[in-house]
C-alpha cells in the first residue's frame, strides 16, 4: 500500500526552486534539497523521479510565478513602453520573490549553455522564443518601423533582457535602472 504524502508539492518545489535560483543546478546536491524541501531523498525520487524532474518543476514553478508580468505584457498597447516597463517589472518581480540572483531562466540558459541537456535545452528555448514574439508583436504597433528593423530590435531586446538579469546579480538599482534607461534610448 502506498504511502501518503505529508508534504504539498507545490510548497517544496517553490522552496527547491529557490535553491536552484541561489545556487545554480550543478550547485545545488541532492543533500541540499533534503534539508531546504524538508523531505527525504526516497520522497524527493518518489515524486519528481531525480534532482533533474526537481528541477523541470522548479523551471515551471517560476514560469508560474512571474507569468502575471508576461500576461500584463502581452496584453499591454502602448508598444515599446510596455517593454520597457516589463524590463522594470522583472527586475521587481525577482525581488519580490525574494531572490536578488537575477532570472532563474537566464540562469539556466548560461549554466546550461554548453550541456547536452535536450529537455532543459528545449524548456529555454520555447522560453526565450516566446518572449522575443511578444516583443515583435509590440514593436509592429509602431508603424513606422519595416520587418527588418523590428526583428532586429527584437533580438536586441532580447539580448538586452539576458544582460540585464545577469546585471541584476550584482549591480545598484541606480545602475540597474540606466541600463534600462540606455538600451531603450535607441528604440
Keep these: 500500500m502506498a504511502r501518503k504524502k505529508e508534504y504539498i508539492e507545490e510548497e517544496v518545489i ?12 550543478e550547485g545545488t546536491s541532492v543533500r541540499m534539497l533534503e534539508k531546504e524541501m524538508g523531505i527525504n531523498q526516497f520522497s524527493i525520487y518518489s515524486s519528481f523521479g531525480s534532482k533533474h ?23 499591454a498597447t502602448r508598444g515599446v513602453e510596455d517593454i520597457k516597463e516589463f524590463f522594470y517589472d522583472s527586475i521587481r518581480a525577482s525581488q519580490e520573490l ?4 537575477g ?5 539556466t540558459y548560461n549554466e546550461f549553455a554548453e550541456k547536452e541537456d535536450d529537455v532543459i535545452r ?4 520555447d522560453f526565450m522564443e ?8 509590440k514593436l509592429r504597433l ?3 518601423k519595416d520587418e527588418v528593423t523590428i526583428r532586429k530590435q527584437a533580438n536586441y531586446l532580447l539580448l538586452a533582457k539576458h544582460g540585464l538579469a545577469a546585471a541584476s546579480r550584482v549591480n545598484s538599482k541606480e545602475e540597474l535602472e540606466d541600463y534600462i534607461e540606455m538600451t531603450f534610448r535607441n528604440i
Design 53 to 75: 524532474g526537481v528541477f523541470q518543476e522548479s523551471l515551471k514553478c517560476y514560469k508560474q510565478k512571474v507569468s502575471a508580468i508576461f500576461n500584463k505584457l502581452k496584453t
Design 122 to 125: 528545449k524548456e529555454i528555448v
Design 130 to 137: 516566446g518572449l522575443k514574439a511578444i516583443f515583435i508583436e
Design 103 to 107: 532570472c532563474l531562466v537566464t540562469n
Design 98 to 101: 525574494g531572490n536578488q540572483k
Design 142 to 144: 509602431d508603424s513606422s
Design 14 to 25: 517553490e522552496k527547491a526552486m529557490h535553491l536552484f535560483w541561489h545556487n545554480g543546478y
